[in-house]
T-cell receptor, first 114, second 115 residues
């Protein structure tokens, strides 16, 4: 069974600084997708960034980028120039190809200090 | 696009009662997913539909849980004889293979409290 592990229950970062959230996963499949979702307090989960396993190039979305290490099964999220609005729970998620259900990690709570 | 809508947002019930939640997916999204999220945990998959067909059910979905998606539009999740362990946030998501990169879009969830 596929599993996703987020080893940092909580992280904090100073406003305008950079923070990296860790994620590892376990799978025997070669074709899959990885995601980072953000869940602000009492608000719905939104997609931050997505990575296809067959792509070697790391995905980037504005201030958000990933470090995808397929052999190590590692998928970390880097947030640059952190903003107060980045404070939230961040979930790493995995799924196989074919629009199958997501497997989530337990999440990392990110606090941004002004 | 109005997004994924879930009702009610909050539900408080007494142990042993039945409850039903509703999810309206993004229009024309043919896949609909239900997840459960307990405090301090990530969402866990319960079941999903492609159109009106229920394709997969998790072992988490005991026989007290039932989900339907008549006509392939909205979906309902019913819990019979609720137990305190059912207290959680129930999340719904939808996706379309023709949509942007097969992304699952989530609703705001229904928070269930069983007293």
């Amino acid at each position: 069974a596929q599993t996703v592990t987020q080893s940092q229950p909580e992280m904090s970062v100073q406003e305008a600084e950079t923070v990296t959230l860790s994620c590892t996963y376990d799978t025997s499949e070669s074709d899959y997708y990885l995601f980072w979702y953000k869940q602000p307090p009492s608000r719905q989960m939104i997609l931050v960034i997505r990575q296809e396993a067959y792509k070697q190039q790391n995905a980037t979305e504005n201030r958000f980028s990933v470090n995808f290490q397929k052999a190590a099964k590692s998928f970390s999220l880097k947030i640059s120039d952190s903003q107060l609005g980045d404070a939230a729970m961040y979930f790493c998620a995995y799924r196989l190809s074919g629009n199958t259900p997501l497997v989530f990690g337990k999440g990392t709570r990110l606090s941004v200090i002004a | 696009d109005t997004g994924v809508s879930q009702n009610p947002r909050h539900k408080i019930t007494k142990r042993g009662q039945n409850v039903t939640f509703r999810c309206d997916p993004i229009s024309e999204h043919n896949r609909l997913y239900w997840y459960r999220q307990t405090l301090g945990q990530g969402p866990e998959f319960l079941t999903y539909f492609q159109n009106e067909a229920q394709l997969e059910k998790s072992r988490l979905l005991s026989d007290r849980f039932s989900a339907e998606r008549p006509k392939g539009s909205f979906s309902t999740l019913e819990i019979q004889r609720t137990e305190q362990g059912d207290s959680a946030m129930y999340l719904c998501a939808s996706s379309s293979p023709q949509g942007a990169k097969n992304i699952q879009y989530f609703g705001a969830g229904t928070r269930l409290s069983v007293l």
